[in-house]
């Protein structure tokens, strides 16, 4: 169990590019979700996907915001014509849930920086 | 709407000073209750689940406990490497995800 791997670590970008973030999940686990998180403020949920499925997308999530998971396995979060606002800690969190007792292990995550 | 909000945003203490954060929650169905430690540039670290008022978990220093409206988690003579910000979350029966609060920033002074 080498727990849950986010690249790169940080990320700094001019405002329009695109970026794209990856995170490899601890492997037995079939639950992923994509937080982001700013400076003195809690985890902001975006996304979540059950295998390859992706089941929940934040209401406040912007059409540039696309995330995959191929096969079940990792799965990549891009953001489109980045803006200032998107700068962030991009949090990846990887879950075995079951019968609902389910709790959440984070990567150290992807440091966003747009200029 | 489901709430989560934390108090206090910081607390100081000194080396062997006991105190209690405080997580109170506005939820449609509570599925479990979490509580979490971050590091400054890390991800947040598991530390407890509870599932129903009235359940208590405890781990070293720490004990976390529930009630129908808020989850307490108190610092027994805390030392300064539990210095770090303290997050809670909790998960509904309506969905999914977890809503975390904004945290409490604890610094433990020796």
């Known amino acids: 169990d080498t727990g849950v791997s986010q690249n790169p670590r940080h990320k700094i970008t001019k405002r329009g590019q695109n970026v794209t973030f990856r995170c490899d999940p601890i492997s037995e686990h079939n639950r992923l979700y994509w937080y982001r998180q700013t400076l003195g403020q809690g985890p902001e949920f975006l996304t979540y996907f059950q295998n390859e499925a992706q089941l929940e997308k934040s209401r406040l999530l912007s059409d540039r915001f696309s995330a995959e998971r191929p096969k079940g396995s990792f799965s990549t979060l891009e953001i489109q014509r980045t803006e200032q606002g998107d700068s962030a800690m991009y949090l990846c969190?990887?879950?075995?849930?079951?019968?609902?007792?389910?709790?959440?292990?984070f990567g150290s995550g992807t440091q966003l920086s747009v200029l | 709407e489901d709430q989560v909000t934390q108090s206090p945003e910081a607390l100081r203490l000194q080396e062997g000073e006991s105190s209690s954060l405080n997580c109170s929650y506005t939820v449609s169905g509570l599925r479990g209750l979490f509580w979490y430690r971050q590091d400054p540039g890390k991800g947040p670290e598991f530390l407890f689940t509870?599932?129903?008022a009235g359940e208590e978990k405890e781990k070293e220093r720490l004990k976390a406990t529930l009630t129908k409206k808020e989850s307490f988690l108190h610092i027994t003579a805390p030392k300064p490497e539990d210095s770090a910000t303290y997050l809670c979350?909790?998960?509904?029966?309506?969905?999914?995800?977890?809503?975390f609060g904004t945290g409490t920033s604890l610094t433990v002074i020796p």
């Open positions: 979350a909790v998960q509904t029966y309506t969905g999914n995800q977890f809503y």
């Open positions: 969190a990887s879950s075995l849930g079951a019968g609902g007792h389910e709790k959440l292990f």
């Open positions: 509870l599932y129903s």
